[in-house]
């Protein structure tokens, strides 16, 4: 039996998932998370094949999350089920660790189709992101500049960009305020912006605020 723990903060959600997978008696939805510190612990604590992590849950983001399970258990799969479009997330998530990324909008066969891939150790991508990607690779599409930034870039501007300061940050992700200032100054380079509130009007236009 195939043991899944589905992080998302939205009971209906969870309770829509186990009922989806029902009809496939070798997956079970195994245990439910609403935060990202509630998974944390549960991964840390208990076996599991599989987690179906959301991107915004109260406390610790998904990105957050996403690096925390990688660090405790990097063979871990985990398959982001999210709300926000693909060209807002995925590719950053990819490159952090996550096996897939997947839209809540999907079908049930597709969900079922992505735990299944993902399982057999493969990543899963979806077609249209697939060409987003493909475009990406020919210089054939314009990349969003927050998908040219590292994982731990990534990670400061999205704390930047929901208003948290350099101290808080650097308290949070256990670095000095100075490291922290020069992530900040190198994103504010690579995305041709002058100010904090600059990042903030690009995560809204994009879709990146939770």
């Not at 509630?38 to 999350?65: H, Y």
């Not at 926000?84 to 809540?104: C, F, I, M, Q, W």
């Not at 990349?143 to 994982?151: Q, R």
Request: charged fraction near 25%; include cysteine; hydrophobic fraction near 45%.
């Amino acid at each position: 039996m195939i043991r899944i723990l589905v992080a998302d903060d939205h009971q209906i959600v969870r309770a829509g998932l186990k009922d989806l997978l029902s009809d496939f008696h070798d997956l079970t939805i195994a245990g439910e998370a609403a935060s990202g510190a509630q998974v944390i612990k549960m991964v840390r604590e208990s076996a599991w094949d599989i987690v179906l992590l959301d991107v915004s849950m109260p406390g610790m983001n998904g990105v957050d999350t996403l690096k925390q399970i990688k660090r405790f258990k990097p063979e871990l799969p985990v398959l982001i089920f999210s709300m926000h479009p693909e060209d807002s997330y995925a590719v950053n998530l990819l490159r952090a660790g996550a096996s897939g990324y997947l839209s809540k909008a999907c079908e049930a066969a597709e969900l079922v189709a992505a735990v299944r891939r993902v399982l057999a150790g493969r990543r899963y991508i979806s077609p249209s992101l697939g060409e987003q990607l493909a475009g990406d690779l020919n210089g054939e599409s314009a990349k969003a500049p927050h998908t040219e930034l590292s994982e731990r870039e990534f990670q400061v501007f999205c704390k930047l960009a929901h208003g948290q300061v350099v101290s808080e940050i650097a308290d949070e992700l256990c670095l000095s305020a100075k490291t922290i200032s020069t992530y900040r100054t190198r994103i504010l380079e690579k995305m041709g912006m002058k100010t904090n509130a600059n990042l903030t009007y690009y995560a809204v236009k994009y879709g990146l605020m939770e």
